[in-house]
């Protein structure tokens, strides 16, 4: 996974609240064997009219849009399977963070474990940001995770919690093997005291 830090971006507005996996990226993109190219089918279903071109009514085909990496959405943002698809769909799009007033557990878990970062912020706070990049979709919006603090361009600062074991494998870009991978001389210690 690529650390997660920093990241000054600017975000995709998507107004819709439940949005579940099937929505995300739909069954028919689940036979690929790679993560590579899942973000061609990401919200397909809206980001496609039925002959196949984009619909240019959808948000992420605006060129406005076009280079988003924050993505903000209404409350319960991922629901649905437990498909890791989701996330890759999300990440091979471009997307590093996507920031709602909720999340499914599974999908929030997902994200934490491939380098997506999911940060829950109070509902009224989620609607600014969404009327803010709206407004003005070149704002940029800065998310310091070692801070845990979203600053916005007047420098108004959001605190979000997340889990400090989870905070340490993004910043380290580290999944859960990789993570008991760097931790191998201490786990060997370990193992060498213990058999004495």
Known sequence: MNPFITLNATAAPLRAEN?????IIPARYLTAV???GMGDGLFAAWRYLPDGSPNPDFLLNRPEYADAQILISGKNFGSGSSREHAVWALTDY???AVIAPSFADIFHNNALKNGLLPIT????????L??????APAVRILIDLPAQTVTLPDGQQLNFDIDAYRKQCLIQGLDDLGYLLAN???IEAYEAAWKK
């Open 19 to 23: 949005v579940d996996t099937d929505q």
């Open 184 to 186: 191998m001389d201490a």
């Open 94 to 96: 471009g997307f590093r």
């Open 130 to 135: 969404m009327d803010l990049v709206e407004e």
């Open 121 to 128: 912020l109070p509902e009224s706070a989620v609607n600014m």
């Open 34 to 36: 790679t993560k590579a």
